[in-house]
């Protein structure tokens, strides 16, 4: 038999709807064992019925893991593009900064020309009315004024030594005429340069937006198809254990009711050697329920602990079918550089109230996109005393990554990341009420002690600030 993959997700829902209403006709209820007469031939039956819609139930769900694994395919794809348009938007956002920093240096010295240029207005303008003067004078009225002919003939040794400095003079404030002009082009590119730099961030941080809406509902999706799913099938074996185990009772009984008829039968018959009593003892994997599974606890501060609960099977199947990363042990110095910006305070550096840092602090733009430095598993995502909002995620090998001081979380405990997949952003100015810029809070764990991030994180390096 053929099985044909649905191609979307109409397609999906109708298997779906369809596999639930197959599963309605499932979960009939079975001759209960209190009942006082119990028919062998038709719990045989039962059994039957629902063994083969059991295997019915798994072919279905083969077809939808082949389904989900498209989902899968397409949620990595969309991970990626998401961590490529990240990558472009902090690229964008070092832009803005270097832009916004010349625009700094152009507006002051274009100031202390314009300054320089005020404080020599009065003395360039007698230079110049001198000038003027001496331009309307022929050089024979020299000889026509009232003075001594030596007086006469230094006039005309100082004139001809002032007249180069003057026309130096002149010279110089051209050129400084025409610096301040260049500098205010220069002004006005870079400020176009910004704007469009400004509207490229923008519809990076739009685009980003949209991605992380898709991605979200793809999740969505394949965690109610694989949560529906497992419950159905749950449902399916429940049903054929609950029989499979009613049967076996059946069966015991019918032998101890034989033993007992060929004990009253040897009785009957004292030349007979008696047969030994027949004790059949209940196969014990029927009755004992299945064990628990405990998985060892995270290596996580005690409120983190406590705030992660148990992922759904849904979201344990998808977990299970995304690849895993190499060991985090292997990639000091590749981790990803968690947000766009300058270190503030490194580790052991004392920060504002006298205290160790524990972590690195680096000062962000404001909203800017915040994304996980490798990947792993969010095992607290949401506030904490002292810390505002903040995200842990889980590397595996003891390995922890807590970032704090974010304005915005965009996971839930128990979502697996990836390396460069964005899981939040900065405040905005605006919203924090604040004059400085952001300040993102990164701190790198190795079995609960705080170790130095900054060997491990790629292109993040420089002193730190004050």
Known sequence: MTITLPSSRSDFVALALSAALAGGVLFAPYPSTAQTTIDPERASHELKRIEADLAGGRSTKAQLDRLAADLDREITRLRAEMAEATSRHQRTEETVTEVEATLSVLRHEAGEKRAVLAGREIELGRLVGALQRLARRPPETLLLMRRSPLETVRTGILLEAAIPQINAEAERLKAELASLAAVEADIRGQRARLDGATVAMDNERTRLAALALEKQQLLASTENRAASTAERLQSLGDSARSLRELMERLDAQRVRERAEQQRLADLVRPTQPAAPETMVELPKSALAP?????????????????????????????????????????????????????????????????????????????????????????????????????????????????????????????????????????????????????????????????????????????????
């Open 290 to 466: 299945l064990p628990e599974a405990r998985p060892a606890p995270p290596s996580v501060p005690p409120a983190a602990d406590a705030a992660r609960p148990a992922p759904s099977p849904g979201k344990a199947a998808l977990l299970a079918m995304l690849p895993s990363a190499p060991p985090i042990r292997t990639a000091k110095g590749q981790l990803i550089r968690p947000a766009t910006g300058s270190i503030v305070r490194r580790f052991g550096q004392r920060d504002p109230e006298g205290l160790h840092n524990r972590g690195l602090v680096i000062g962000t733009r404001s909203a800017a996109t915040v994304v996980a430095p490798y990947d792993g598993t969010v095992i607290y995502a949401g506030a904490f005393e002292g810390f505002g909002l903040i995200l842990i995620i889980e590397h595996g090998e003891g390995y922890h990554t807590l970032l704090a001081g974010l304005g915005r979380i965009d996971l839930q405990v128990g979502q697996r990341v990836l390396a460069g997949e964005p899981v939040g952003a900065m405040r905005s100015q605006q919203a924090g009420g604040g004059t400085g810029s952001p300040e993102l809070y990164v701190e790198l764990r190795h079995n609960g002690d705080p170790i130095d991030p900054l060997p491990w994180i790629a292109g993040l390096t420089g002193k730190a600030k004050g």
